[in-house]
């Protein structure tokens, strides 16, 4: 794989922080719903969540993009 640009670097690194945010808001927010239909949704929703970050975070192992990386 081609070595990724600054740009591309950091728009990585923000989709990877806003998905770890909506993540946390997510969790946080299932506490408080008492609907089982609702919370049944919140926790679809918080799966599939994590499974992007997990997606993101592979995607970077994969092509080593924290090594390849240089300013």
Known sequence: MRNLTEGEVLSLTTLLKFENDALAVSEAMQ?????????????????????????????????QITTNYRR
């Not at 408080?32 to 995607?59: C, H, V, Y």
């Open 31 to 63: 506490t408080l719903i008492t609907d089982a239909e609702l919370k049944k949704q919140a926790e679809a929703s918080i799966l599939a969540t994590e499974g992007r970050i997990k997606g993101i975070q592979q995607f970077i192992n994969e092509n």
